[in-house]
């Protein structure tokens, strides 16, 4: 027969059990490590989850394959991760650190730049191509499957031929600029809504916003 202690050890390790896990989100920004790339169209990504991190008063540690950090709410855990693989390589973090945290492949996003967007435009998909885009090959072809969720932020394409990779590594003009702070905090709810509401809820309320 169980001891008082003994009933309520017992108690309490049957009320831990019912206690569901919290859920977990991999949230990738992609993006070049390094001052240079800091402030350049390509580098939304990073802009993003550094956004994210600056209002919720949360640090960045380098550790392997990148840059991460976790942010709780509302009973979810977003891993903030910034790969420090260079954009080509994006793949391998995005893969080691969802085999690490035992994220599943639902509960993935990425955040990239579309040329084929309007500045500021938010577009968000659960599959699709890569567009071109060197991050998304990559992320592709190490998850072998296009059936992930991406948040594309649109960087436009007021560009003159041949100059596409000036442009997507140049910095941001100054009406970019002034419409940034508001286009970034728009994505830090897509980012929760994510988490919270569901992939679909979060298409229907943010595409085209």
Do not use: C
């Not at 859920?23 to 390509?42: A, E, Q």
């Not at 993003?48 to 950090?69: I, P, W, Y």
């Amino acid at each position: 027969m169980l001891s008082f202690f003994g009933r309520l050890i017992h108690k309490q390790k049957i009320e831990k059990e019912k206690i569901p896990p919290m859920k977990k989100f991999l949230i990738v920004g992609l993006g070049n490590i390094g001052p240079k790339y800091h402030n350049t169209r390509h580098n939304i990504g990073f802009k993003v989850l550094d956004f994210l991190a600056e209002q919720e008063s949360l640090t960045f540690e380098t550790q392997k394959l990148g840059d991460v950090t976790t942010y709780k709410f509302k009973g979810r855990i977003f891993i903030l991760l910034k790969p420090s693989t260079y954009m080509n390589l994006s793949g391998k973090a995005v893969n080691y650190w969802l085999q690490k945290e035992k994220v599943p492949l639902e509960n993935l996003l990425v955040i990239t730049d579309d040329l084929n967007l309007p500045f500021g435009t938010i577009r968000v998909k659960t599959k699709g191509s890569d567009g071109g885009h060197n991050g998304l090959k990559d992320i592709q072809a190490q998850l072998n499957t296009t059936k992930y969720n991406r948040f594309r932020f649109g960087i436009s394409d007021e560009f003159s031929k041949g100059r596409q990779v000036d442009y997507v590594l140049g910095e941001w003009d100054e009406e970019e600029e002034k419409q940034l702070p508001e286009r970034l905090k728009k994505s830090v709810e897509v980012i929760k809504s994510f988490g919270t509401a569901g992939i679909n809820n979060t298409m229907n309320t943010f595409n085209g916003k």
